[in-house]
T-cell receptor, first 114, second 111 residues
Framework: EPEVTQTPSHQVTQMGQEVILRCVPISNHLYFYWYRQILGQKVEFLVSFYNNEISEKSEIFDDQFSVERPDGSNFTLKIRSTKLEDSAMYFC????????????FGPGTRLTVL | DAKTTQPPSMDCAEGRAANLPCNHSTISGNEYVYWYRQIHSQGPQYIIHGLKNNETNEMASLIITEDRKSSTLILPHATLRDTAVYYCIVRPAFGYSTLTFGKGTMLLVSP
């Protein structure tokens, strides 16, 4: 069964460093998402992406964040200058198309900022 | 914030049915009810969704009341691996719309 994959599973970085989290969505899906979950808190929406542009973003997704689909398979989240409060699980999700299509989530990347 | 209300926790004996309630009294006509679960910080896993009819798949059944103001997710024979946080989410049928997660219900399945 097709699934969303994410790499790395765990990333440790120093405050102020740039990180890139990678996702491979399900191959025929057109809509892509990033969510995050700070330890012990709710899953929060960051950004959605369709047709090579951001379609929606939350107030969390400030200028320090960017997303890209550099090729036909990868979808990346970049954090330009990490802060301690960026430590969280980051989940990528994808869905096929419009309507009631379901979002399928990857296993997540645990980001630890020291 | 999520437009749903769920109990914070529930217990269920292994092999018994787990019935997880959700109130969504402000649901509008074009909104679907989705259920996801999250096992110990893994990625949320889709379970089932519905609009107004009851739905069943290999994982669960979804019962939606006639007025659509509440629903129940039923795991017919809960196993220890069903221990997870279960999220009930309402989402419009169309558009880019994202999923808004609440705190969900922590279901503990015990031997």
């Amino acid at each position: 069964e097709p699934e969303v994959t994410q790499t790395p599973s765990h990333q440790v970085t120093q405050m102020g460093q740039e990180v890139i989290l990678r996702c491979v969505p399900i191959s025929n899906h057109l809509y892509f998402y990033w969510y995050r979950q700070i330890l012990g808190q709710k899953v929060e929406f960051l950004v959605s992406f369709y047709n090579n542009e951001i379609s929606e973003k939350s107030e969390i997704f400030d200028d320090q964040f960017s997303v890209e689909r550099p090729d036909g398979s990868n979808f990346t989240l970049k954090i330009r200058s990490t802060k301690l409060e960026d430590s969280a699980m980051y989940f990528c999700a994808s869905r096929e198309g419009q309507g009631t299509d379901t979002q399928y989530f990857g296993p997540g990347t645990r980001l630890t900022v020291l | 914030d999520a437009k749903t209300t769920q109990p914070p926790s529930m217990d269920c004996a292994e092999g018994r049915a787990a019935n997880l309630p959700c109130n969504h009294s402000t649901i509008s006509g074009n909104e679907y009810v989705y259920w996801y679960r999250q096992i110990h910080s893994q990625g949320p896993q889709y379970i089932i969704h519905g609009l107004k009819n009851n739905e069943t798949n290999e994982m669960a059944s979804l019962i939606i009341t006639e007025d659509r103001k509440s629903s129940t997710l039923i795991l017919p024979h809960a196993t220890l691996r069903d221990t997870a946080v279960y999220y009930c989410i309402v989402r419009p049928a169309f558009g880019y719309s994202t999923l808004t997660f609440g705190k969900g219900t922590m279901l503990l399945v015990s031997p």
